[in-house]
């Protein structure tokens, strides 16, 4: 089969490579869609240390069952899926209470570290556990399926924050996922602020539902935010960038009581306004990937509710997929999603 294969550090190069084995709970998926993720992007050059060449990338994705293991019941070949990339061993104790993203024994599509190599999607075909499948609802694209891991990333976070209908929220950092943050919460009636340096993706969260843009550059964005909160600050504010001055702003915009949920980690750590979240006792929430969020969020795609291509910047064929790891790497404006084809 043809797979898109990271030989060593910014190096892609489309080869031959042995079609993936499965085992008797496994299926065997022919890959009709996978999103370029920013942690492949991100990952190409060796900084994560968590993309070790060689290793085929790739982890949003959907496809057509091809084969299946023996003990794979209740799925067949033609069936219509995507699935969950991050693979849990289904036994720990997290696991045990449903904390799936909590795996002691987590592994991730498309990833090669010190612990272990899973090849993942950017292929002709991938394998996967069967329970890590998701059926998709019917007359769904493989394009706008393979963006079930992320809507399923935004709504997890959203689901940290238990907001409610009429809460304020502010969106610190309007890339891919913090646009599809700002859609799931004016799914379900949160008045959002955004917050990001580009006027491009402000412009789009606030097509996207957000009643204000914000450019931290250009006006000092807790006043802004107290102007539209009666002075008291925002309910919810959510980071997802994962560097100093957006968790700053993210804590300053909160009110006396608020929620911070963090999304983003670009840095591994971060300075904390301390004083600020003590003496306003604000709560702090991680939020790391997806619980079993991908029902609700292919749901959310089918019916329109969250609105995945205006986050898709193009399509292409896999073949073309080193050129548009390049445009992705060097942060060419516009660009959100690319989903390749193979």
């Not at 089969?1 to 190096?11: C, F, G, P, Q, T």
């Not at 709504?155 to 700002?182: E, F, I, K, N, W």
């Not at 993706?201 to 550059?217: E, Q, T």
Request: net charge neutral; glycine share 12%; with cysteine.
């Amino acid at each position: 089969m043809k797979a898109l294969v990271l030989k060593e550090y910014n190096r892609l190069v489309l080869e031959d490579v042995p079609v993936p084995e499965i085992g008797p709970g496994d299926v065997l998926i022919q890959v009709r869609a996978c999103g370029i993720c920013g942690s492949d992007v991100h990952g190409m050059d060796g900084s994560t240390g968590r993309r070790k060449p060689p290793i085929i990338m790739g982890h949003e994705a959907a496809g057509v069952i091809a084969r299946t293991g023996a003990d794979a019941k209740g799925w067949k070949p033609g069936d219509r899926v995507t699935f969950d990339s991050n693979i849990c061993c289904g036994e720990c104790f997290f696991c045990s209470r449903g904390q799936i993203n909590l795996c002691e024994n987590l592994k991730v599509l498309g990833v090669s570290c010190d612990e272990y190599r899973q090849d993942g999607a950017f292929a002709e075909y991938v394998a996967v556990p069967q329970r890590a499948l998701y059926r998709l609802p019917e007359g769904l694209s493989f394009e706008r399926a393979a963006l079930a891991e992320p809507v399923s990333i935004a709504t997890h976070a959203v689901g940290r924050a238990s907001p409610s209908s009429g809460d304020t929220a502010v969106v610190v950092g309007a890339g891919m996922v913090g646009l599809l943050v700002v859609q799931v919460l004016r799914a379900v009636g949160v008045s959002v602020i955004a917050v990001d340096v580009d006027k491009g993706r402000l412009d789009l969260a606030m097509r996207l539902g957000a009643v204000a843009g914000l450019d931290p550059s250009r006006c000092d964005v807790r006043k802004e935010v107290l102007k539209r909160t009666d002075g008291r600050g925002a309910d919810i504010s959510f980071e997802v960038v994962g560097i100093i001055p957006a968790v700053n702003t993210a804590v300053a915009v909160l009110r006396k009581g608020g929620a911070l949920v963090l999304v983003g980690n670009l840095s591994p750590t971060v300075d904390l306004p301390l004083q600020a979240v003590v003496t306003r006792e604000i709560s702090i929430r991680g939020s790391y990937m997806s619980r079993g969020e991908y029902p609700a969020g292919l749901d959310a795609i089918a019916r329109g509710a969250i609105n995945v291509d205006a986050v898709i910047s193009a399509t292409a064929p896999l073949a073309d997929g080193p050129g548009w790891f390049k445009r992705l790497y060097d942060r060419e404006p516009g660009l959100l999603k690319v989903v390749l084809v193979p």
